[in-house]
């Protein structure tokens, strides 16, 4: 674990992603509590594309993948998991911090009504999204062997989901209901676009499976 | 313990034959593996360490036929050095030794052992507290070295592990591959013929993905024994002309001229004293060879 923990959360990653975070949190412009979940969800989303992109990949960069393709099946498959999961988290963390570096905007009131419930529920939901779009972004990568064509795939899904079309997709299926509709933070109906995205990046998870095995030429 | 490679052969899918038809016996100790680039070899060695599916023939590691229901059964019996071994830059040599033992299924107490036994053998027990990324090129080889032993396997496979090493690392890293060759099959694959000079007595040489040679090294040596002439040539015209009709493997300017180094199987037209022959001729002669 704490091995696994220095390889994936590189200083340059740490570096990129606190950056990232606190740029975004100084000049996207929020008039309210409310709306920081919403100012953070695709923003965070876009972020883990990035970030959890080379989480197999490295292996192939720093030409390690013909050692790593040695070592049983089962020890290779749950540490690159491990790997993973620890960047969501990671990230996760960042998103709970990052929350409250909003309040710096002096637009923003504070209302202590529901301060805590309306916390929990932008860490949750961008969480979600960070889940989905890392384990998508490592999958895409994977599938197409190739980093920069898994981000670009990636890329794409996001961008249409982020998109005015986007904001068409029913809310119980889009990963960003949430994001696009801050006002219903009081509705639930995003809640199962997230749950759909969860489910998903468990299936993905387990889909990945058969591609930490990279085999060159004939296969 | 043995490798048994019948009739194989790899065809990538572009057409190109990396591997045509080899057959090869390797047995206890270091069996080096010779040719030039694009020969065959890492394609070879990525088919015995499971990487790599073969088009066609059979292998058999230790009795195991190598096929996929017995990949997982065979790849713990198999230690790999990679030419380019990437080290986690994060980690120590010590991390990064402890996380692949644990990856590979060593349990915690056994791989401090190893590892501390390992570290010393190869001299790196003072270094173990460093990052990977500032090792040398030298001491990077060492620690992947150390890596590929760790699940102790019965067969070590490493690919130009000397390759762009200053001469002292060189001759640590092959006096280290003798060592552990006393009880496993190491398959040392370089075109650094020095290397195979000082560590094995059997070899392959492959050219274009076809196996010319293989067997002792005396044998090859015997086979240019009488035929390595040192000439010394008046000038360049005249290396020219010697150029076209035999094999040179050595040219060296002098006060007095050039000396050659030449093979031929009759003395050549110069005068020139016969010398004993060196892997370098015989390589050299065997590669120039009209095939039969």
């Not at chain 1, 929990?120 to 979600?128: M, Y």
């Not at chain 2, 380019?84 to 996380?99: C, F, I, K």
């Not at chain 2, 053998?121 to 460093?130: A, M, N, P, S, W």
Request: glycine letters at 6%; charged letters at 20%; a positive charge.
């Amino acid at each position: 674990m704490n091995y696994n923990i220095k390889i994936a959360l590189t200083r340059t990653k740490v570096c990129y992603s606190v950056s990232f975070l606190l740029i975004l949190a100084l000049i996207r412009g929020i008039s309210s509590p409310e709306e920081i979940g919403a100012a953070m969800d695709a923003n965070v989303a876009l972020l883990a594309i990035i970030f959890c992109s080379d989480t197999y990949y490295q292996e192939i960069q720093d030409n390690r993948w013909e050692v790593f393709n040695l070592l049983p099946d089962r020890n290779r498959y749950h540490t690159i998991c491990q790997r993973l999961l620890l960047q969501v988290l990671y990230i996760s963390l960042l998103i709970s911090l990052d929350y409250w570096v909003f309040y710096l905007q002096k637009a923003v009131y504070w209302n202590e009504t529901g301060k805590l419930r309306l916390y929990i529920t932008a860490v949750l939901a961008c969480s979600a999204s960070v889940l989905f779009f890392g384990t998508l972004s490592f999958t895409m990568v994977n599938v197409f062997r190739n980093l920069w064509m898994g981000i670009g795939a990636t890329f794409l899904l996001w961008n249409t989901l982020n998109s005015t079309a986007g904001k068409k997709i029913p809310d119980c299926i889009n990963v960003f209901a949430y994001g696009n509709s801050p006002k219903m933070a009081g509705s639930v109906d995003w809640i199962f676009g997230k749950l759909v995205a969860v489910v998903v990046s468990v299936l993905l998870i387990y889909f990945n499976k058969r591609f930490l095995v990279w085999k060159k030429g004939l296969r | 313990m043995s490798i048994e490679i019948k009739d194989l052969s790899v065809q990538f899918r572009n057409g190109t034959v990396a591997i045509n038809h080899i057959n090869m016996n390797i047995s206890k100790g270091i069996y080096g593996l010779l040719g030039e680039n694009g020969a065959g070899k890492t394609t070879l060695m990525r088919v015995l360490t499971t990487i790599l599916r073969p088009t066609g023939g059979q292998v058999k590691l230790s009795g195991i036929e190598l096929n996929e229901e017995n990949y997982e059964k065979l790849q713990s019996r198999i230690g790999y050095l990679p030419q380019e071994l990437g080290l986690y830059s994060n980690l120590s040599v010590r991390e990064s030794l402890e996380y692949m033992g644990g990856l590979a299924g060593v349990s915690k107490e056994e791989c401090k052992k190893r590892i501390d036994f390992y570290l010393e053998r190869t001299g790196l027990t003072d270094h173990q507290k460093k990052k990977n990324r500032q090792l040398s090129g030298g001491m990077k080889r060492r620690v992947g070295l150390v890596q590929a032993l760790l699940h102790n396997p019965e067969i070590l496979i490493v690919d130009e592990p000397t390759t762009g090493l200053d001469p002292e690392e060189r001759i640590r890293i092959r006096n280290l591959l003798v060592d552990f060759s006393k009880d496993r099959i190491v398959l040392f694959s370089t075109h650094i013929l020095e290397d195979l000079a000082a560590t094995c007595n059997n070899l392959g040489i492959l050219k274009k993905g076809n196996l010319i040679y293989d067997g002792k090294r005396e044998a090859l040596l015997h086979q240019v024994k009488d035929s390595v002439w040192i000439c010394k040539l008046r000038n360049e015209e005249e290396y020219n002309l010697i150029q076209n009709r035999y094999l040179i493997s050595a040219k060296n300017y002098t006060e007095d001229g050039i000396e050659t180094r030449i093979i031929a199987d009759k003395k050549p037209h110069v005068p020139g004293i016969n010398v004993n022959a060196t892997l370098e001729d015989a390589y050299i002669y065997l590669m120039n060879r009209d095939p039969e």
